[in-house]
């Protein structure tokens, strides 16, 4: 293979690069020369004592690196792959206690708990809530937009609504509190990201108020248990329970995974939808189950996760030293032309469609993907019913961060 022609100090985890754009010219340029790529960096810059990351662009690699976890740990320098140079190594540990940042066996036993609240069952049971949390949303959107001569920001009015209501739902938060949940979740995964003036120090205040929120949720819940999944999690601590901080944690996994990632999912599809409008005429005329996954698989909410080697081993031709960081870039892999045909298109009836925007397999696969897309398929459906003549008045305004690919305000009118 040739050598990538990429700029010097290239870096796909610069929040500054994925304020203005996913770098997908950038991966296709290494799915074709060096898919497994040593990204070098100066030493503390991510937050870690070390050089450099290795770069895995082909789906391939990246389901590979998911699907072993004995040899690329998520617990050793967590799942994050970019923090702030001023965050110290106590503070990144602590972040092994949430269920992405662990390894099996005992990751196997945290999920195994969880997975109670996500069975198709549960799912079903919340879809008609969901469903009508959808249209009010929309609804409430309506009126804003009529207040403002048909004007209004998608994501704060739309987008932001039905991933916080769907966790309050879920875990039994009375709706009222679904904003204390939105702006500590922010505050976490928005410290890059200046016009938040958020610090490591904040996020981590947030961190624990969520924590602690979720800890009071759990006492509550054993002292008198109701029929929500707090109580079936919570209410008899044991062997098969979790204890009230892991609940705590759990809460912090559900605000950023279950919260954030949707929210922009749903963003970004409406965006796609808008500037491809054949697709959102054909949307609006068939409803295809297929949209949910295309929208997932065209976002990419989380650009990429890390592991760490736990040994020596060969990738792509490259051999990684044990305690190397390897990145595993979901947003090059759901645009492998090895694997989808004509990946830059925006298409809603793409099937087969098995894209890595829920995770590369492994433990670590999406635990709420059937609710996200529940989600997703409620809110563009009440979209389509109620406010079908959308269009776009303004560019996305982008989130600056270095693993999410997410968009803060998106200005949309009524034609």
């Known amino acids: 293979m040739r050598c990538p022609h990429l700029p010097d100090g290239f870096d796909f985890t610069d929040p500054d690069l994925l304020q203005s754009r996913v770098p997908h010219p950038e991966f296709a340029e290494l799915r074709g020369t060096a898919p497994v790529w040593w990204c070098a960096q100066p030493t503390g810059i991510a937050g870690f004592q ?3 990351y290795w770069a895995v662009t082909r789906h391939a690699d990246v389901k590979y690196v998911s699907t072993h976890p004995e040899l690329f740990s998520s617990t050793t320098n967590t799942a994050v792959i970019r923090f702030n140079e001023s965050i110290s190594r106590e503070q990144i540990d602590v972040q092994k206690l949430i269920m992405l940042n662990m390894d099996p066996p ?12 996500f069975t198709p ?35 704060t009015n739309i987008a932001v609504e039905l991933p916080l209501q769907a966790i309050a739902e879920l875990i039994g ?15 976490m995964a ?27 949720l759990a006492a509550a819940r054993k002292e008198c248990p109701a029929k929500d999944i707090v109580s079936q999690l919570v209410a008899a601590e044991g062997e098969g329970n979790l204890l009230s901080d892991e609940f705590g944690f759990f809460v912090i996994l559900l605000a950023v995974a279950g919260n954030e990632t949707t929210r922009n999912a749903i963003s970004h599809g409406m965006h796609a939808f808008l500037t491809n409008p054949d697709q959102w005429e054909l949307y609006k005329r068939e409803r295809p189950a297929t949209a949910a996954e295309e929208i997932v698989r065209w976002a990419t909410p989380v650009v990429a996760f890390q592991r760490t080697a736990t040994q020596d081993t060969e990738l792509g031709g490259q051999k990684i030293k044990a305690g190397d960081r390897v990145g595993i870039f979901y ?10 045909e004509n990946p830059e298109r925006f298409d809603i009836t793409r099937d087969p469609n098995p894209h890595l925007g829920f995770g590369g397999g492994g433990p670590h696969f999406c635990l709420g993907k059937s609710l996200a897309v529940l989600e997703i398929n409620l ?37």
């Open 50 to 52: 070390d050089d450099g």
């Open 106 to 117: 005992e990751h196997s036993r945290v999920r195994q708990i969880v997975q109670r609240g």
């Open 121 to 155: 069952r549960a799912i079903r049971s919340l879809e008609g809530a969901l469903r009508d949390r959808a249209r009010s949303i929309v609804d409430a959107a309506l009126l804003e937009a009529n207040k403002n001569d048909g004007a209004f920001d998608f994501v």
């Open 173 to 187: 938060v009375p709706q009222e509190d679904r904003t204390k949940i939105f702006d500590w979740s922010n505050k």
């Open 190 to 216: 928005a410290y890059d990201d200046p016009e938040y003036a958020i610090t490591e120090e904040i996020g981590a205040e947030a961190a624990m108020e969520l924590v602690s929120y979720a800890m009071n």
């Open 331 to 340: 947003s090059s892999a759901n645009y492998d032309p090895e694997v989808f």
């Open 379 to 415: 809110i563009f459906n009440a979209i389509a019913d109620v406010l079908p003549d959308l269009r776009l008045a303004g560019e996305p305004r982008r989130l600056r961060s270095a693993w999410l690919n997410g968009i803060k305000g998106l200005d949309v009118n009524r034609s």
